[in-house]
């Protein structure tokens, strides 16, 4: 018998268990695809300072990003810039196979093309059960990502709210700053993005979009608007990879002999769907509350709290205001989206965001906004109904 078995091979699979077998204990994870990494669902996007923070290289970092240009449904624009790096483009393939050197490297056994079918949990173990036959484990992690077929038969929540996402790497002519577009034409009730990417001898941009549905038709719509600014062909262009979005975390993240993180927590930002850093830190977290009770060999629910209580303390407060952001965000209209951009270009908006925003913690910028009484009265609008 092992002692964790981790279901899912993305960065808090990975992270989670470089840190498990570290500690000395007996850790296998199941990774559904062949290759670690592969495929892609990922803008790979990082706030500056979390490579250092999680003790990671800088190997898989490809640029900087210092400036972000907002544009309106009718095609206004605001750009902001701190002055200051705010975040790097990661290769994520690259930056998902160093997680998985260092896993190994630690002693994780990994098993690709395993996908987890079945899980049981008993009062000695934990059986999950893949197409090539089953892994006993004393405690499970789920890190599989917004699959939640594995959360249904233990009795697990599900995250309260979803939008879908299309998203895709193109060759670019031209590199600018990073767009972030809005509006019921390009992304209902998100928004779509560019993301540069300076690769060894190539330009590229990461072009995708979150919204209520049918995202392969509004990734189209973005990629029409922003392509010849960008020198994009969509000739040969690829289509997106799609995937759904939580933006919430589920109810209950622990139970008897297990634990969920990252993705699988619903553990993402509510306001923009980012999740490498929560899925992180919601790895190490769980790695220190697993290793005190695998010691004590004491893998009941109680013993296990501490994770989430852990991840609540330090989160409880962002989600909260995020979700509420985007709970209004979903409601507004592209009149109130141009009433903003409006508000941005002349009414002191941009200070307070300049002041106040930061990549990875978004409540003090919406508690700002909210002070704000031309904006306060944009959003509450919409709250009200």
């Given at each position: 018998?092992?002692?964790?078995?981790?279901?899912?091979?993305?960065?808090?699979?990975?992270?989670?268990?470089?840190?498990?077998?570290?500690?000395?204990?007996?850790?296998t994870?199941?990774?559904?695809?062949?290759?670690?990494?592969?495929?892609?669902?990922?803008?790979?996007?990082?706030?500056?300072?979390?490579?250092?923070?999680?003790?990671?290289?800088?190997r898989?970092?490809?640029?900087?990003?210092?400036?972000?240009?907002?544009?309106?449904?009718?095609?206004?624009?605001?750009?902001?810039?701190?002055?200051?790096?705010?975040?790097?483009?990661?290769?994520?393939?690259?930056?998902d196979?160093?997680?998985?050197?260092?896993?190994?490297?630690?002693?994780?056994?990994?098993?690709?093309?395993?996908?987890?079918?079945?899980?049981?949990?008993?009062?000695?173990?934990?059986?999950?059960?893949?197409?090539?036959?089953?892994?006993?484990?004393?405690?499970?992690v789920?890190?599989?990502?917004?699959?939640?077929?594995?959360?249904?038969?233990?009795?697990?929540?599900?995250?309260?709210?979803f939008?879908?996402?299309?998203?895709?790497?193109?060759?670019?002519?031209?590199?600018?700053?990073?767009?972030?577009?809005?509006?019921s034409?390009i992304?209902?009730?998100?928004?779509?993005?560019?993301?540069?990417?300076?690769?060894?001898?190539?330009a590229?941009?990461?072009?995708?979009?979150?919204?209520?549905?049918?995202?392969?038709?509004?990734?189209?719509?973005?990629?029409?608007?922003?392509?010849?600014?960008?020198?994009?062909?969509?000739?040969?262009?690829?289509?997106?990879?799609?995937?759904?979005?939580?933006?919430?975390?589920?109810?209950?993240?622990?139970?008897?002999?297990?634990?969920?993180?990252?993705?699988?927590?619903?553990?993402?930002?509510?306001t923009?769907?980012?999740?490498?850093?929560?899925?992180?830190?919601?790895?190490?977290l769980?790695?220190?509350?697993?290793?005190?009770?695998l010691?004590?060999?004491?893998?009941?629910?109680?013993?296990?709290?501490?994770?989430?209580?852990?991840?609540?303390?330090?989160?409880a407060?962002?989600?909260q205001?995020?979700?509420?952001?985007?709970?209004?965000?979903?409601?507004?209209?592209d009149?109130?989206?141009?009433?903003?951009?409006?508000?941005?270009r002349?009414?002191?908006?941009?200070?307070?965001?300049?002041?106040?925003?930061?990549?990875?913690?978004h409540?003090?910028?919406?508690?700002?906004?909210?002070?704000?009484?031309p904006?306060r009265?944009?959003?509450?609008?919409?709250?009200?109904?």
């Open positions: 018998m092992q002692d964790v078995v981790i279901v899912g091979g993305g960065p808090a699979g990975l992270y989670a268990g470089a840190r498990l077998a570290g500690a000395g204990f007996a850790t994870l199941l990774e559904e695809h062949a290759t670690v990494g592969e495929p892609v669902h990922c803008t790979g996007v990082l706030a500056a300072e979390a490579l250092d923070e999680f003790g990671l290289s800088q898989s970092k490809l640029n900087d990003l210092t400036a972000a240009r907002f544009w309106s449904p009718a095609g206004a624009e605001v750009r902001y810039s701190s002055g200051r790096v705010e975040a790097v483009v990661v290769d994520r393939s690259a930056f196979r160093e997680l998985s050197e260092t896993a190994l490297r630690s002693g994780v056994s990994v098993e690709s093309g395993a996908r987890a079918n079945t899980i049981r949990i008993d009062s000695t173990g934990v059986t999950v059960t893949t197409s090539s036959g089953e892994i006993r484990a004393r405690v499970c789920l890190a599989c990502g917004a699959n939640y077929s594995l959360h249904r038969q233990v009795g697990l929540g599900m995250p309260r709210l939008l879908n996402t299309a998203q895709v790497e193109l060759p670019a002519c031209q590199l600018g700053d990073v767009e972030l577009h809005f509006g034409e992304a209902p009730k998100g928004f779509g993005w560019v993301v540069p990417v300076e690769r060894p001898g190539q590229c941009a990461r072009v995708g979009v979150m919204c209520e549905h049918d995202a392969a038709h509004f990734f189209d719509q973005l990629t029409s608007r922003i392509a010849l600014r960008w020198g994009i062909s969509r000739g040969d262009a690829p289509r997106p990879r799609q995937k759904i979005l939580p933006l919430g975390p589920i109810s209950r993240t622990y139970d008897d002999r297990l634990i969920a993180i990252g993705d699988a927590a619903g553990l993402v930002k509510p923009t769907g980012g999740g490498i850093y929560y899925s992180l830190m919601s790895a190490a769980a790695s220190d509350v697993l290793s005190t009770a010691k004590a060999d004491d893998l009941s629910a109680e013993r296990l709290a501490p994770y989430e209580r852990g991840w609540r303390e330090r989160l407060g962002e989600f205001a995020q979700l509420k952001l985007r709970l209004v965000a979903h409601r507004m209209s009149a109130d989206i141009e009433q903003l951009f409006e508000l941005a002349t009414d002191g908006v941009m200070p307070i965001v300049r002041r106040t925003a930061s990549f990875n913690k409540r003090k910028l919406i508690l700002a906004l909210l002070k704000h009484p904006v009265q944009i959003l509450l609008r919409r709250l009200a109904f």
